[in-house]
């Protein structure tokens, strides 16, 4: 009997030591904080914050620390800050991460000391074909997928010949090819300009303007998005030659590019308007906390908290446990704001792709709606070159 | 053939944006032997001050004049007090001192006008085309761009090559303590031409603003081109900083308009396209490493140049 009470004792002993040691959950959050597209990492910081806000700062009872660490968009900085978060803060999850190139550059380190890596925005091909990985998650998409809806968009919109530009590096090219996987008219020019650092089209619109296509399709993220777009018009080429982009017309921008970008088309697997409670949630409290409207950056980093929460929660706050936790994560069982939200076995979400415009709301502010649907539970194309099945 | 002048103009219109930056740091360097880094930051606040006043008055000229007021008037105060003490040490100290400045600038900006970038409208006479043949126009403005750079490079020629405060500039960027002896006052001369350069890198902004869209950091990758520029030209010549920014700004813009074709003979379109991107962004640092090796000096070296 005295050894069962014992016995008893030591477990409960047990128990408490573990939650004492564990009563708290770090999560390292590397993301672009500083130069001109700091404002890319403040908005999904700010989505990720609005997460915790909706959470009490709390994951199944365990209190959130955060440790935000600036990139500089440089994989270089990326995988150097990634590697101080694992080895010196120890944290228990790393997340964050806008750039292809700053992502390709710290996921290995988090693999090998076997921590979760979530990304909250970049998608790059490796990582769901080849070097797919079981420590790795994607909150967002491949970053082929998104292009390829543009691309479909466009056979639907009868476009026969278009003009491909893009910035030279991963997530460019992923882009580029994406569009032209789907695209099945004729890409009658493709240009990739320096990346980061040009600041000057006017060479790559004049072989526009010489080309004629029937439209053109840019991948420009952050500032150069605005930056482009306003040297279309400035070209005389807006209202002239249609242009389509992926991820350049964005909440981040329109408060900038206005009534230029008014009537854009794009494609996006998540859209202010989208019908679902969380949504509706999500962009009013955003609205009210921070005076905008959210874009997909913050929209991606909300649900890459509340995945986070869901697997904490599943576990019973135990982080030791990977396998568990890495089980609750491919459940992906929470409300996410883009309605429905599974995981492929590339630990890719499985999800819609909508058509958008800008449109004008109410008050004069500059914002999207959607259009139509293009794709419906779309997998990548590269989940069946991983190892994972 | 029209592309190619159009690619020629494109050319000579970001030369003459890079001049107006390069030639104040030229003369700063020469006549002041003072490595100014935060000059990019002066080209920045003078994109913001535009962006502020062009908005505010509702007038692009009366805008931009306040603007180049407000930048040269800037360049003033950081001269007498951030400056003046680096002006006897050493160039490494002025880099790190104006690099501080750098740094300082961008958080200032975020602090004042917050993160996004903003965006300069052009007024209504200068956002039309001029057309040169059925399928050849240009933008107005870039055109008035190539305008203002060369009556500012001919302005500063006269000014330099013709004028009684050109010779004392140019006695100054030979020989700073041999003129400050036959009575030169070469305080007053340093700060007119920090003056003079701050006013060129407001204009280089106020011109900018309508293109690059004014965001912060955006000195930084001009002042890089800036530096190119006038070490290829040859540290305080203005002439070669205008020649330098000729050529810099053509092998810019023609390299990546034809690189791609041309590698296409030889590659297949995906390797030509990325080979040519990463040709044409490094080609002119390759034409700086030759022309240091064969001309230190620079190709057009200002007379009297240690």
Redesign the interface.
Known sequence: MLRYIASGLAVLALGTGVNAETNKIKIGYVNTFSGPNAFIGNDERDGFELALDHLNHKMGGLDVQMIYEDDQIKPEIGRQVTEKLLQSDKVDVVTGYNWSNVLLASVKPAIDAKTFIISGNAGPSQLAGEACSPWFFSASWQNDQTPMALGELLNQRNVKKLFVLAPNYAAGKDMAAGVKNTFKGEVVGEEYTRWPGQVDFSTELSKVRSVKPDAVWVFYPGQAGAQFIQQYSQAGLLGQIPIYSSFTVDALTLPQLKELALGHISTQEWVQDISNPTNQKFVADFRKKYGRYPSYYSAQNYDAAMLIASAVVATNGKLDDKDAFRAALEKANFQSVRGKFRYNSNHFPIQDFYAQEVVKDAQGNYTMKTLSTVYTDMKDTFYQKCSMK | MS?FI??TL??V??ALLLFLVAAGLTLVFGIMDFMNLSHGSLFMMGAYFAATFVTLTGSFVLGGLIAIVCTTLLGFVIEAVWLRPLFGRGHLDQVLGTFGLVLFF?DFV?LVWG?????VG?PQML?G?VYFGP?F?Y?V??LVLIAVGLLVAAGLFLLVQRTKTGMIIRAAASDREMAGAIGADINRVSAMVFGLGAALAGLAGLF?A????V????GD??LILALVIIVIGGLGSVRGAFLAALIVGLID?LG??YM?NLLRLILS??AA??A???L??VAIYILLAVILLVKPQGLFPARGAR
């Open positions: 592309l159009e690619q494109n050319g219109q970001l961008n975020r993160p996004g970038g903003r965006t052009l956002q085309h399928n126009s933008p403005y870039r900018a309508p293109i690059l869209t965001q912060i950091g955006m990758n001009i813009a990546r308009a791609p379109p995906v396209s990325t040519a991107g990463a044409s962004s």
